[in-house]
């Protein structure tokens, strides 16, 4: 299943290591860098990898790439860091505070803040063209994909978001007996049953919370029918609060519940898609140019 408001699709880049302390030098050979940048927000010393081209476009793009919910900057994908590579562009790769287990993490004001400071960066140590700053993640990434094109839209020139959460509140109600629920009540000091507040931190957090049919931030949003890990209402929700009407909550039931999906699919939602290799149960496109 797939889902797409605007256009935006977003790839990626690679290699060899170097670690920069207190950050005293900039780095300026091709390859993989360990950064630490200073947090606007509270002082410390927070870290990011950059992937730097051997042969970059000019001005530069530049890929934002979210790690998982239980992983921290560490976390690499070979595919997004060679397709960065041959394109030439810079791929950042923030830690935004690592896994989600902690009350700075999970979405925090910090946490948030780390990924601007790492591209307010990047951008004024390179030449990175304005207009191509690209954001994308999957599950826990793909949470906090959306929640800062919800919340902090000015940087993006598009977003991806892959089996992302959407609803923080939601998705503790399916998991609150495993891992994840724990998780989240170390984030969050309890359930969103239990005060008010911990229930408006929830709420805060919630990319839910921002969406609406004024986001301007072109979104590509992406989405396993059977996953189980996250649901794919979290999609779909997402991209009904995006564009009203494109999405039914009849829809919605047929996909989320067992059976063939869609009862009238049309032509255009079960296309096949080479590059996806996976059959296709819904896609649905809404003001793209």
Not at 108 to 119: H, K, N
Not at 134 to 158: D, K
Not at 169 to 185: I, L, N, P, V
Request: aromatic share 8%.
């Amino acid at each position: 299943m797939q889902l797409r408001t605007a256009c935006a699709v977003v790839f990626l880049s690679t290699l060899a290591t170097s670690y920069l302390g207190a950050q005293a030098t900039v780095p300026s050979t091709p390859g993989r860098h360990r950064v630490e940048i200073r947090s606007s927000a509270d002082g410390s010393l927070q870290p990011s990898y950059l992937y730097l081209p051997s042969q970059p476009v000019r001005p530069t793009p530049l890929a934002v790439f979210l790690h998982t919910w239980s992983f921290d900057l560490e976390q690499r994908d070979s595919t997004l860091e060679a397709e960065a590579r041959s394109r030439g562009w810079i791929l950042l790769a923030p830690n935004f505070r690592g896994p989600n287990d902690h009350p700075q993490a999970c979405g925090s004001p910090v946490a948030q803040q780390d990924i601007l400071d790492a591209v307010a960066w990047v951008r004024g140590h390179y030449q990175v063209d304005d207009r191509r700053i690209y954001l994308l993640g999957m599950s826990g990434g793909g949470f906090m994909t959306m929640l800062m094109a919800g919340r902090h839209p000015e940087p993006w020139a598009a977003a991806s978001a892959w089996v992302g959460i959407s609803d923080l509140r939601t998705w503790y109600t399916a998991h609150s007996e495993d891992q994840y629920g724990k998780m989240m009540r170390s984030c969050f000091g309890g359930s969103p049953v239990v005060t008010d507040s911990v229930a408006a931190a929830f709420r805060s957090r919630s990319p839910l919370t921002y969406f609406n049919s004024r986001h301007q931030v072109p979104m590509d949003l992406a989405a396993g029918r059977f996953d189980n890990t996250v649901a794919v209402t979290h999609t779909l929700h997402a991209f009904q609060a995006l564009e009203p009407g494109v999405v039914s909550d009849a829809d919605i039931e047929a996909l989320a519940n067992p059976g063939p999906g869609l009862p009238r699919p049309s032509a255009a939602d079960t296309a096949s898609d080479p590059v996806l290799g996976r059959r296709i149960f819904l896609r649905r496109v809404a003001r793209a140019s």
